[in-house]
């Protein structure tokens, strides 16, 4: 299978660091994708990480490691407007460039 | 606008109606792709399509689902015989094709059936 797993929900408090982890199973992965989505609205697009390591994008962050089937999203300097749900998800060889996400987690950022 | 559009953005409908969401992409993306969103879930693949091919169908839940994309633009996600537990936002993306490349969004079509 291609299941994707991350946490349900976290909450956080303004200004502070939060990990969002994220874990697949590898067989047939290329790449893995971070999107934010405010309820009611579309998912947008954060990172794409497809090789091991970490990309820093101002305030948010993405970490993937291939070997161990697992990737991060921190997020850094918390603002209220970064709650919201966090969906991890996947392309994998030979399907086109669908994605196979996780349930997403809800993050609430609380003052 | 320069984004994925969809029509309508909700749309109730009585059980056994057939219903036709609407999806325009971004101009030139040559993959679309169709996802299906319960709630407090991730988006769950429907349909895929580059150019006016519809090369992977394999998430459509049953043959009541239908999509389409006959110019290789603007596609059609059509219901027939709406049931209860099709009530989802569904949601179109496209891209410019190939894996790895950044799938936009479009805003969804919250449908409810009653």
């Known amino acids: 299978g291609q299941n994707i797993d991350q946490p349900t929900e976290m909450t956080a408090t303004e200004g502070a660091i939060v990990q969002i982890n994220c874990t697949y199973q590898t067989s047939g992965f290329n790449g893995l994708f971070w999107y934010q989505q405010h309820a009611g609205e579309a998912p947008t697009f954060l990172s794409y990480?497809?090789?091991?390591g970490l990309e820093e994008k101002g305030r948010f962050s993405s970490f993937l490691s291939r070997s161990k089937g697992y990737s991060y999203l921190l997020l850094k300097e918390l603002q209220m407007k970064d709650s919201a749900s966090y969906l991890c998800?996947?392309?994998?060889?030979?399907?086109?460039?669908?994605?196979?996400f996780g349930q997403g987690t809800e993050l609430s950022v609380k003052p | 606008g320069a984004g994925v559009s969809q029509s309508p953005r909700y749309k109730v409908a009585k059980r056994g109606q057939d219903v036709a969401l609407r999806c325009d992409p971004i101009?030139?993306?040559?993959?679309l792709f169709w996802y299906q969103q319960s709630l407090w879930q991730g988006p769950e693949f429907l349909t895929y399509f580059q150019n006016e091919a519809q090369l992977d169908k394999s998430g459509l839940p049953s043959d009541r689902f239908f999509a389409e994309r006959p110019e290789g633009s603007v596609s059609t996600l059509k219901i027939q015989r709406t049931q209860q537990e099709d009530s989802a936002v569904y949601l179109c993306?496209?891209?410019?094709?190939?894996?790895?490349?950044?799938?936009?969004f479009g805003p969804g079509t919250r449908l409810t059936v009653l």
């Open positions: 990480n497809v090789l091991d």
């Open positions: 998800a996947g392309p994998f060889y030979n399907q086109g460039g669908k994605l196979i």
């Open positions: 993306a496209s891209s410019l094709g190939g894996t790895g490349n950044e799938q936009f």
């Open positions: 101009s030139g993306h040559v993959s």
